[in-house]
């Protein structure tokens, strides 16, 4: 049925579909009526959060009093961890709100963002509800040798007009997993004009081992154009609380600050990060069970010969050699919830987060049920 109220809508927003997110447990649950259902669709932590998260968190925390609206005390943390100055930092209630600062700065109607095909579909969203124009890249073709379905950069830098202020760029990209090398990236960079502004949002920064992946931080001073982009949510396992940060040139962040809501990132948020930072051992077990999980993955899906793209994040997108729908639904029925990815264009894909080795297994047996079914046709 068509909404009431569309046409007073500001253009860029009668065209938006909402963000659509991972089926919660609890709705799986309800509707089905069964318990103990395993969600993998969202890229969460499977180890959850640091157990010095959990108790900083049973600190006495006052609901009554505003947040520190400059996040001092964590800003310090991530200066002194990441070798930037504080004034360098911005944070955001997750990653998702700076995206959309950096879009009320840089763009608007009569603008235009570049973003590969496939790209992270928060993208979109930003751009198009400022009333700019998205301009999308195809994607590198499906035999691509080293990077099928991955960025294709030449292909971004040939969209660059006048009107484009912004280019997104996720390295590794959600929901393929690939990524770019440093070498290339630094090409690119190398061609973009410095008044378009160029964000690197590395939501998976943490789990990728590649020895070229690049330090982009190291970036920072040679590309004032630059943002780079990080979050809690994923290796952190902090998804709930919602915090995430841009690491840029001062006087970015001075104009990202001046559309932050005034007390975008909580109390609990802003402890649990700063704790979060200090447990370089949980992050090192949560990246090498990562890696074990993408290998089990891996392995089995050649065992099974079903494509799937090679990915460095904390999910691994798999071709099921069919309509993607009706395999998630009889796995949603198996209690198992993963990701369909039909919005990207991707009909035939599943994404499925890395889980332990127990999650991942019976996230497997119950794709080896249900594909088995449908070929029966049952
Ligand atoms: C998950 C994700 C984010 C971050 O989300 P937040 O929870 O808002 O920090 C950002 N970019 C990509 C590509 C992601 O997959």
Redesign the pocket.
Known sequence: MKNKFIDQAVTGIQGLSPYQPGKPIETLERELGIQNSLKLAS?ENPLGASPSVLKALQGDLEPAFYPDGNGFILKQALAKKLGVASAQITL??????I?DMIARVFLCQGRAAIFSQYA?A?YPIATQAVGATSQIAPALPVNHPKRAYGHDLEAMLSLITDSTRVIFI?NP??PTGTWLDQTALRAFMDQVPQRIITVI?E??FEYVDEADYPDTLQWLDHYPNLIV?R????IYGL?SL???YAICHEDIADLLNRVRQPFNVNTPALIAATAALDDEQHIKQCADLNRQGLDFWKHHCRQRQLNFIPSV?NFISIDMAQEASPVYHALLRQGVIVRPIANYGLHQHLRITIGTPEQNQRCLTALDYVLAASETGL
């Not at 955001?92 to 709100?97: E, K, L, P, V, Y």
């Not at 979050?231 to 994923?234: A, E, I, N, V």
């Open positions: 890229n955001g209630n997750g990653s998702n709100d995206l992270f928060v996720a990209n959600n949002d939501a998976y982009t979050t809690f949510s994923k998804a919602r915090i995430g994040g």
